[in-house]
């Protein structure tokens, strides 16, 4: 498992590597949270723990890139997947 972390705007990133089930490859994780203009007490603007529908790369830093492209561009889509 590894993970990384960045910020973009008003948003921090946490994106994660996991082990896919039976170690065939890496499982892209994803966290995003508002830091700026955040609600005491508001959860994650956007989670998904197996993002791409469980798809496994081949390796963690695969994985990493993955979700952090990913992150960025629906921040900066301004995507209505997120929630605040």
Do not use: K
Not at 48 to 56: E, I, K, N, V
Not at 67 to 72: L, P
């Amino acid at each position: 498992m590894r993970f990384d972390e960045g910020h973009e705007g008003d948003y921090r990133i946490f994106a994660g590597a996991v082990e896919a089930p039976g170690g065939d490859g890496y499982i892209a994780a994803l966290v995003v949270n508002r830091v700026r203009g955040a609600r005491p007490g508001q959860g994650p603007a956007f989670r998904d723990d197996s993002l791409a529908c469980g798809y496994r790369w081949r390796s963690a830093d695969e994985a990493l890139h993955y979700a952090m492209n990913r992150a960025r561009e629906l921040i900066r889509s301004r995507s209505q997947m997120l929630t605040c």
